[in-house]
């Protein structure tokens, strides 16, 4: 090889290295180190080609930038490598999300297309404290009674109240509730089982409740001291769980939720053992 073939490797070389330096691949140190070969090499050539120089030199020289831009290109091969691999997992990570929402989505469709089909609403609603709260809980038991035939009302303290002079707005309420005025002609019957009673408040309570329906005697009592819980019942087919009594609303913390089926299905069956739902006597038999 002559010395016009050498420099023209010189040359090719150096094109090379401007592309490479061109790449993000490389880093500051590495463009720099290059760069300083790159004019040693250069002023070495503009010093010595009219001088004697031996073709080893050259050579030398050549095969010391030819052995940093073989290590360079090995570590941008393993670069493009490695890319291409975490591309390949991020790739496989994000259809793995994907398949996770979509499935998070059907799940969410098959809920909210329960919501819109099951004749009891399956939302819960959770009342905190205030007068908020209360019309809040209100209005959750007014949209579950707005199309009841038939209503059972289990609530051990419902004919109880602080005082005389709330009565009024406490039957307004619970009225409203159960849409007494604007379902008044498709109600048949509204059976309450209660247990505490109060001389005078609750005696004015119940014949308030009386009076709103007569001539149709709608509401049906029921005193019982084996039941703790509330429970909104609706046409037999379908119940509200409340956490609190009606005149407890918006005072404490207190949960409504929709009671399964087979729960359902158990406090009838109770309901019916106890004589609750009958409104004649039981029978004695005697032995």
Known sequence: MDITEVTKT???????????????????????NLLKRLEKLRDYLSRNFSSEITQL??????????????????????????????AREMHGLLMDVRGGNVAIIKILDNITQYQNTSPLSPRNLVTP??????????????????????????????????????????????????NIRTNKNNIESI???????????????????YSATNPRKIFKLKASKKIHDRIWIKNKKSAMFVGTSFNGLGNKLNVLL????????????????????????RRIISI
């Open 10 to 32: 010189i040359s090719e070389l150096d094109n090379i290295c401007k592309l490479l330096l061109g790449k993000n691949q490389l880093d500051n140190q590495e463009k720099e």
């Open 57 to 86: 030199d050259l050579y030398k020289k050549v095969e010391d930038i030819q052995s940093n831009l073989s290590i360079i290109r090995n570590e941008m091969r393993e670069n493009i490598r490695f890319n291409e691999s975490y």
């Open 129 to 178: 404290v205030g007068r908020s709260a209360r019309g809040e809980g209100i209005n959750y038991l007014k949209e579950f009674t707005k199309d009841a035939r038939e209503l059972i009302i289990i609530d051990p303290y419902i004919f109880i109240v602080k005082s005389e002079d709330y009565i009024d707005a406490y039957l307004k309420e619970f009225f409203d509730a159960i």
């Open 191 to 209: 059976r309450i089982i209660y247990d505490k009673w109060e001389p005078d408040i609750s005696d004015i309570i119940r014949d308030t409740m």
């Open 258 to 281: 929709p009671l399964p089926e087979d729960d359902l299905r158990n406090v009838l069956d109770f309901l019916n053992s106890e004589n609750l739902l009958n409104d004649q006597p």
